[in-house]
């Protein structure tokens, strides 16, 4: 069955640190990936998604993750944290001939410390 | 481009009440996800919709959850009758065609909570 694991439920970083969130899947099939974000009482909204091309994938505010095959992970990274990221973070992915099905990981809540 | 909308955003109910929510999809899109996401977890999706058919709903409990896509535009969810644990967040979601259909979109949710 397909799963994500996401490594830590919590990150704390100081502003201007790098902010690294970890998530691994399984699957046999190359997958899509997504990270979304999650802000109190708001929905989800997609920072970037891997669809096999370039392995490294620029998002919005700054994000990027980079998908190593060999390590089946795609992890979230950002040079810098800004107080404004602190929010829940969601990996998710989606396995071929899944009808386009998301399964997300727990999630890591990010605090940014001043 | 206006996104996914969803309606009440909150709700307090009493166990063996029953309760309704609904979504309006992006414009055009076709596809129409209903998630729910328990406090401290990641979203699981209770039913898929492709215009107005059923595409999963394998993990819709379906003795007190129900849903429909009337016109293959908006949807509501219903629950009833409610129970303590259907406390969580519900998330409604939609992706286009042709070629955009792995992205979703999501609306702002409607919390529920179960008393």
């Known amino acids: 069955a397909q799963s994500v694991t996401q490594l830590g439920s919590h990150v704390s970083v100081s502003e201007g640190a790098l902010v690294l969130l970890r998530c691994n899947y399984s699957?046999?099939?190359?997958?899509?990936l997504f990270w979304y974000v999650q802000y109190p009482n708001q929905g989800l909204q997609l920072l970037l998604k891997?669809?096999?091309?370039?392995?490294l994938v620029k998002g919005i505010n700054g994000f990027e993750a980079e998908f190593k095959k060999s390590e089946t992970s795609f992890h979230l990274t950002k040079p810098s944290a800004h107080m404004s990221d602190a929010a829940e973070y969601f990996c998710?992915?989606?396995?071929?001939?899944?009808?386009?099905?998301?399964?997300f990981g727990k999630g890591t809540l990010l605090t940014v410390n001043p | 481009e206006a996104g996914v909308a969803q309606s009440p955003r909150y709700k307090i109910i009493e166990k063996r009440q029953s309760v309704a929510f609904w979504c309006n999809p992006i414009?055009?899109?076709?596809?129409l996800y209903w998630y729910q996401q328990i406090l401290g977890q990641g979203p699981k999706l209770l039913i898929q919709?492709?215009?107005?058919?059923?595409?999963?709903d394998s993990q819709l409990p379906k003795d007190r959850f129900s849903a429909e896509r009337l016109k293959g535009v908006d949807s509501t969810l219903k629950i009833q009758p409610a129970k303590l644990e259907d406390s969580a967040v519900y998330l409604c979601?939609?992706?286009?065609?042709?070629?955009?259909?792995?992205?979703?979109?999501f609306g702002p949710g409607t919390r529920l909570l179960v008393l």
């Open positions: 891997y669809t096999s091309a370039a392995t």
């Open positions: 919709f492709q215009n107005n058919g059923v595409v999963d």
């Open positions: 998710a992915v989606i396995r071929g001939g899944s009808n386009y099905k998301l399964t």
């Open positions: 699957s046999s099939v190359p997958p899509y």
């Open positions: 414009s055009g899109h076709a596809t």
């Open positions: 979601a939609s992706a286009g065609t042709s070629g955009s259909q792995e992205t979703q979109y």
